[in-house]
């Protein structure tokens, strides 16, 4: 008996479907159409088994519909601009673009290698100019619309490597690549107006009935919309304006030009008279003990202008975390100012202000006041500051609880020590202090969210230009269209920090497209995450002269099954979501959502190896950054050995730490290359193996073992098939084709569920079935379906045994089998007989047999007669088709 050989027929099959097209999805068609989409890769150098379980997960379900009279469009493409280029181009001398590519070359060799049934004829990479150009479009048509603005922000700046860093960049206050310490400055940003559709991403969440309860938890978290109310404290003594536009000594709140943003003051010029907060907890404001303004409020650049501690202190907190998490998590502190300012319910009542490390400028109006017994963070605050901590949440009792300890009470109950407010729940309370600070003027109910407007703004070069140009008459003009795309220059250098593009000798200068004067170009990039914002339309419509036609994209659009890790579930989901609702809103598009259906699959896992004895630092459950640096501590599972004594490292001979088993990171060098398993053990054992096992939510752990088991399911597969058509067998075997009907009906609905680790236990199980079955024409036509359903998984074996049984064409392209509803039933059960509540036996009836009838056979069954031991029972308690129970 031969067996099967994957290298040669990978190769082979692939070569056929490449040749045929057989995956390129046809506009044209009149078949119900599907979209299947996994989010595409940073092309990083190599492919991981993270890879291969998600595309796999994919190419299973694009087959399986193809196989039910389906047109599905299931394409590839590269997320190719971002830092890691440049840091390349930094370390290892090459041209970002050149990187880039080469490894888009390598991966998708990888990639090919798999068969995976993608169609290669859309494949786009964004750092070519044939798809930001029309980025560059899109740019200019939400510029038109309103929709993009310019303003000063702060931002995370690194010094040494000049340049802007995403919150994740920064570890403990320093520059992830340089070590310096970083510096919140504020610059001119592009924003995007996400703010606009705040209330339209939230409620749209409810329409999206196959996403994950959790990551729409996620996004409503992250948009965070709040109902409360806006209102001010006002100062006991105005503080006067600090030096004309609040200049100051603060040099860690300059720009890098050495100008300082204006401080916002009223308009009368006075000063600044009044503290302006949001709340979502109205209710506890007679529990408040002071006043918090975060560094970047004007009040605090007032007080630095001439207070060299106060000045300190701002630099301080810009060294400061700079995420929310980061800021609940890090040590409370603040600076009293010298200011008190006035309840708005009692004006004896007089509240310290502070400047707070753990107050954001860009959250609500960049003040809070403080409720010590009812937030944690207020409450850490106010131990350290020995602040009052009243509280004014009850538990539910009648009486005034006095606080003590070191936890807040965020729970419910009703309100106490609160004057005209005792007695009333909190939704109660909350709406009667609305309804007087609106009624007496000194404040309004509103609704705000946690979301910020999208600064999509970066300083670097391998990005995405911006089609603007600075003209110092007319101000910020957009690039006529004709002169799209913009094309980053290939002569640039980065052997001095910084964004190449600023000192380009002349590809920023140009002349102002509407006066002739001379101007420069913008020479920030667009943040990666617009790219990945709409890549899934281009990718329905692919016109030359724009960036897709509305009426060829709606053929596709919404993307029917999108899957990518859970680690994308905020960000990229959330901002994809809006871009599609912008180009709705300005008419290119009648598509508000963009993903029907979302998967987030599990990580393929694996444990992390280190140089030395100690124990490997342990992972965030951050999203992983392709920014981020890979440590020398960290070895590659191809750099160790196992020996008697341990691991080792193969180069040195020096002792590895084995760290604990976790997600598959470039980072931590713990990633699998799928190509030397493929050259072991050919395409379809791994991608059985990524299917087996683990659910697919759920994290697999790596195993050789597991390859190892999969190659010998793909071998019991292709001997199946060569059985076929043996001795001559007589008779049916209804069993068999019943199993074979309710297989093919079970592996249908797990893959639509992408439950494919049920799918693969069923064929384990067909295949065992047709392996005792006795030659006959329904043990042939067992084997005929078994090569149609195991397609999808393993499609070359699948291929190969196909011809070798003289089927004409390709399974590719055969239809999965038709499934008998009448054979779908089942005339048996098998009835559990307990005694005394103990399983005891089993028994199979046909289906509604009397209860008289399944009685007796019970006590007639050998192993209760012996349990009886000639006594009678006390009981027998029948359940029909499912137990006889006997008391004994």
């Known amino acids: 008996m031969s067996r099967f050989n994957a290298l040669k027929a990978d190769a082979a099959w692939q070569k056929v479907w490449d040749d045929a097209q057989t995956f390129a999805a046809d506009d044209s068609s009149t078949k119900p159409r599907s979209y299947v989409l996994e989010m595409f890769p940073y092309p990083s150098g190599r492919i991981h088994m993270g890879h291969v379980r998600n595309y796999t997960m994919g190419d299973v379900l694009a087959r399986f519909r193809r196989m039910n009279g389906m047109e599905v469009l299931h394409p590839m493409g590269w997320d190719a601009f971002g830092m890691p280029a440049e840091n390349a181009a930094m370390e290892k001398g090459v041209h970002p673009g050149t990187w880039t590519r080469a490894n888009i070359a390598t991966m998708k060799a990888q990639l090919k290698r798999l068969g995976f049934a993608l169609d290669w004829s859309r494949e786009l990479a964004t750092c070519e100019p044939d798809y ?124 890098p030009d050495g100008t300082r943003p204006p401080l916002a003051l009223p308009a009368s010029g006075r000063g600044i008279d009044s503290v302006e907060v949001f709340t979502t907890r109205p209710d506890t404001m007679f529990g408040s003990s002071f006043v ?154 509103t609704t705000v969210f946690r979301l910020r407007d999208w600064g999509v703004s970066r300083q670097r070069y391998w990005g995405t230009p911006i089609p603007i140009i600075h003209c110092d008459a007319c101000g910020a003009v957009p690039v006529p269209r004709e002169q799209l795309p913009i094309v980053l220059p290939e002569d640039v250098a980065f052997d001095i920090p910084g964004n190449p593009l600023d000192r380009h000798p002349t590809w920023k200068h140009v002349a102002c497209p509407t006066c002739g004067a001379d101007a420069r170009r913008e020479t920030d990039t667009l943040d990666t995450f617009v790219d990945s914002s709409w890549y899934f339309i281009r990718f329905a419509s692919q016109p030359d002269a724009k960036p897709f036609d509305r009426t060829g994209a709606e053929k596709w659009l919404p993307v029917n099954q999108y899957i990518g890790g859970v680690e994308h579930a905020i960000l990229h989901l959330l901002y994809a979501r809006f871009w599609t609702r912008a180009l709705k809103h300005i008419g290119m598009l009648d598509i508000a959502e963009p993903f029907a259906g979302l998967f987030t699959q599990g990580m393929v896992t694996h444990e992390t190896y280190s140089r030395g004895d100690a124990e490997p630092e342990t992972e965030t459950d951050d999203e992983e950054s392709e920014d981020a640096p890979v440590q020398t501590k960290w070895l590659s599972p191809e750099e160790v050995r196992k020996t008697d004594a341990g691991y080792i490292e193969i180069a040195t001979g020096g002792p590895v730490t084995v760290g604990r088993v976790t ?143 003289g089927n004409t064409g390709l399974i590719a392209d055969a239809a999965w089998p038709d499934v008998d509803p009448a054979l779908l039933v089942d005339d048996e059960v098998t009835i559990a007989v307990q005694v005394n509540g103990k399983l005891r036996d089993t028994l199979v009836f046909a289906k509604g047999a009397p209860k008289d009838e399944v009685e007796a056979a019970a006590l007639a069954s050998d192993k209760i007669v012996k349990l009886l031991d000639g006594k009678p029972p006390r009981k027998v308690i029948v359940v029909p088709d499912r137990l006889v129970n006997i008391v004994a």
């Open 292 to 445: 918090a303004v975060a560094a970047d409020h004007p009040i605090a650049q007032a007080i630095a202008a001439t207070n060299p501690d106060a000045a300190d202190f701002i630099a301080l907190c810009k060294r400061g975390g700079t995420t929310a998490a980061e800021l609940d998590t890090q040590e409370k502190l603040g600076f009293d100012t010298g200011l008190r300012a006035t309840h708005p319910l009692d004006s004896n009542w007089q509240l310290p202000v502070y400047i707070a490390n753990f107050v954001l400028m860009d959250y609500g109006t960049g003040a809070v006041f403080g409720v010590p017994a009812h937030d944690q963070r207020d409450l850490d605050f106010a131990r350290k500051y020995d602040l009052p901590v009243k509280r004014v949440v009850s538990e539910g009792d009648d009486e005034a609880p006095v606080f003590v300890g070191n936890t807040a009470w965020t729970g419910p109950g009703s309100l106490v020590n609160s004057h005209f407010l005792d007695g009333l729940d909190i939704e109660d309370a909350k709406r009667t202090v609305i309804e007087r600070a609106e009624g007496e003027g000194w404040g309004t109910g």
């Open 663 to 805: 997600k598959m990171s470039k980072s931590k060098k713990n990633t699998v290359d799928p190509e030397p398993i493929v050259d072991q053990y050919g395409a379809d054992a791994v991608r059985w193996f990524v299917l087996s096992d683990s659910p697919p939510e759920r994290d697999l752990p790596w195993s050789e073992s597991g390859i190892e088991g999969a190659w010998r399911f793909v071998q019991r597969l292709w001997r199946a098939v060569e059985t076929e058509g043996g001795a001559a067998g007589t008779g049916d075997d209804l069993p068999l084709r019943k199993l074979a009907h309710r297989t093919t009906h079970g592996v249908a609905g797990d893959i639509e569920a992408l439950q494919f680790n049920k799918a693969v236990a069923r064929l384990y199980s067909f295949v065992s079935a047709i392996e005792k079955a006795a030659p006959s024409a329904d043990r042939d036509a067992a084997v005929a379906t078994l090569l149609r359903l195991a397609s999808p998984m393993v499609p070359h074996v699948a291929e190969e045994a196909w011809a070798a049984a």
């Open 132 to 255: 930001y150009g029309h980025e560059q479009a899109l740019f200019l048509d939400l510029f038109a619309a309103g929709l993009v603005y310019r303003k000063e922000s702060a931002v995370n700046w690194d010094p040494v490597d000049m340049t802007v860093l995403a919150n994740e960049q920064v570890i403990d206050g320093r520059g992830w690549r340089s070590g310096a310490l970083v510096e919140r400055r504020k610059l001119s940003q592009w924003f995007l107006k996400i703010t606009d559709f705040a209330d339209e991403l939230v409620d749209g969440l409810g329409a999206l009935e196959h996403w994950p309860d959790k990551v729409k938890l996620m996004q409503e978290n992250w948009i965070g919309r709040s109902q409360g109310l806006q209102f001010r404290f006002a100062l006991t003594s105005p503080l006067p304006p600090a030096g004309g536009v609040g200049g100051g000594p603060v040099d860690s709140d300059a720009t």
